[in-house]
């Protein structure tokens, strides 16, 4: 029998070597590495996420058939070693990882590789694109995703007449202060406390409250409660910020498009069909589209293109984060303490808030 490796940001059926996997055939790894868990000072809710949804994902595929290790190991080469030494698999397998310092290790341990589908554009594809064009623009690769894709597309020309609506997307917050829709939240049980309670004292922020959803099926509902109500008031308040709102109108799928918990032509899917269905404006959905087939997978492509820029310190930095960023000092700024405070509370900030 052989091993299929599953990494902890692949976690979803359909992403890579998973995907058609038969229970009589293979059998899965996954692996906690202590090394990444105490390796920095993580937010805690950031490592109960991915920690979490690791163990969920672990019981969905028992629940399937599977047979399933899940150990904790010092690191990820030893928890491999450890898995081969016990199972003596024919062989071991896994899905093109996220990261080049993951994809040198897998190397290292000879584990057969599969291209990855977790993004709409292949690192290769994105070579092939980039080719020997002078520059990189962000925009020209968007069109081409568009076309090559088909999303928001109407006989080979952009939905609406034009290809980009940000101008329609800067609209000021409402005088009123508006009603914006309550983000779904989970009710906390066993696996998470079980999770928390294991954490490493050195984490920073606070606890988990329900906001991240960390199964499959969790991520369907936020999705779904993004397009429904939502994803109409998504569009002209985009690059608002106020103080009073920490999600406004935005998606808040990011953790799971990282994890695997929902791919990105899923995303994309319902806010097309949305569209169609004359449910919400073409400036809410062409900028939601643009930010996952568009920057996501720009700034993805351009990571694996040009490895140079992964350390590189171009602008010489040399000091560290100033102690009010890292909660030993506070700031007279307002607008720093309140972006800061919402990463305390949530490990999360909008992508306007990231940005100014």
């Known amino acids: 029998m052989k091993t299929l490796w599953v ?3 692949q976690l979803n059926r359909r992403i890579g070597a998973l995907d058609g996997a038969n229970p009589t055939t293979a059998r899965i790894l996954l692996v906690e590495s202590e090394a990444m868990i105490l390796g920095r000072r993580f937010h805690r809710q950031r490592l109960h996420y991915v920690l979490t949804a690791m163990r969920r994902f672990a019981i969905q595929l028992r629940s399937s058939g599977f047979e399933v290790d899940m150990r904790r190991a010092p690191t990820l080469r030893t928890g491999l070693l450890r898995h081969v030494d016990e199972y003596s698999p024919e062989t071991v397998v896994a899905t093109e990882p996220n990261s080049r310092k993951i994809e040198a290790l897998l190397g290292e341990l000879d584990v057969e590789l599969v291209p990855s589908n977790q993004f709409l554009c292949h690192r290769n594809d994105f070579s092939q694109w980039a080719g020997d064009r002078s520059r990189l623009r962000l925009e020209d690769f968007y069109r081409w995703q568009r076309r090559r894709l088909g999303y928001l597309m109407d006989d080979g020309e952009p939905a609406g007449g034009a290809w980009n ?21 989970s009710r906390l049980d066993e696996v998470d406390l079980e999770v928390i309670a294991s954490l490493p004292t050195s984490s920073a922020g606070e606890d988990p409250v329900g906001w991240w959803a960390t199964s499959r099926r969790g991520a369907l509902a936020r999705l ?12 002209p308040h985009e690059d608002a910020m106020i103080e009073s709102s920490w999600h406004l109108a935005h998606s808040l799928l990011s953790p ?9 032509e899923e995303v994309c899917d319902r806010v097309e069909e949305a569209y169609r269905a004359g449910r919400v404006p073409i400036n809410s959905a062409e900028g939601v589209i643009r930010q996952i087939i568009g920057w996501r997978e720009f700034v993805w492509g351009v990571y694996w293109m040009w490895p140079d820029q992964y350390d590189a310190n171009t602008l ?3 000091r560290g984060l100033p102690p009010s960023w890292t909660g030993e000092a506070k700031t007279s700024m307002r607008c720093v303490a309140t972006a800061l405070d919402g990463v305390r509370q949530r490990a999360w900030l909008h992508h306007i808030q990231r940005l100014m």
């Open 256 to 264: 799971y498009l990282n994890l695997g918990l929902l791919l990105p």
């Open 224 to 235: 779904r409660h993004f397009i429904d109500d939502v994803l109409p008031s998504f569009g």
């Open 7 to 9: 990494l902890g940001d």
């Open 165 to 185: 609506y940000d101008r329609d997307n800067r609209e000021p917050p409402p005088k009123d202060g508006h009603d914006w829709p309550q983000p779904v939240a």
């Open 316 to 318: 010489e930095h040399t």
